[in-house]
């Protein structure tokens, strides 16, 4: 699976931005894909997840605590693609975010990096105080 991250870019405190990942190959092997940032200086944290069940009808998703509220994360079955529509954004928000995608059991398991196959290249979100 191959997975291309794509939408960051610099915005002012309280905009928005809307990111995607489009994922191709074996795109079957999948049943969740997240989002997850990393800082200047700081280690890699987990954003947000989507998990599909019964063919895709039932989806499943989960956000950290510092995004709830303000993200927004969907697929796209049709087109295989991730979003995270991010509103009010922050400056601690600054980051690359990278997306992942994998074969995972449980919901529990989202939050979880080790849990994914595979991985994005990463887009720079830049927001300004």
């Known amino acids: 699976v191959q997975l291309q991250a794509s939408g960051g870019g610099l915005v002012r405190t309280g905009g928005s931005l809307r990111l995607s990942c489009a994922a191709s190959?074996?795109?079957?092997?999948?049943?969740?894909m997240g989002w997850f940032r990393q800082a200047p200086g700081k280690a890699r944290e987990f954003v947000a997840a989507?998990?599909?069940?019964?063919?895709?009808?039932?989806?499943?998703?989960v956000y950290a605590d510092s995004v709830n509220g303000r993200f927004t994360i969907s697929r796209d079955d049709a087109k295989d693609t991730m979003y995270l529509q991010m509103n009010s954004l922050k400056p601690e928000d600054t980051a690359v975010y990278y997306c992942?995608?994998?074969?995972?059991?449980?919901?529990?398991?989202?939050?979880?990096?080790?849990?994914?196959?595979?991985w994005g290249q990463g887009t720079l979100v830049t927001v300004s105080s």
């Open positions: 989507i998990r599909w069940s019964g063919g895709s009808t039932r989806k499943s998703a």
């Open positions: 190959g074996r795109t079957f092997s999948s049943n969740a």
């Open positions: 992942a995608a994998g074969a995972i059991s449980s919901i529990v398991r989202l939050p979880t990096q080790a849990a994914y196959d595979y």
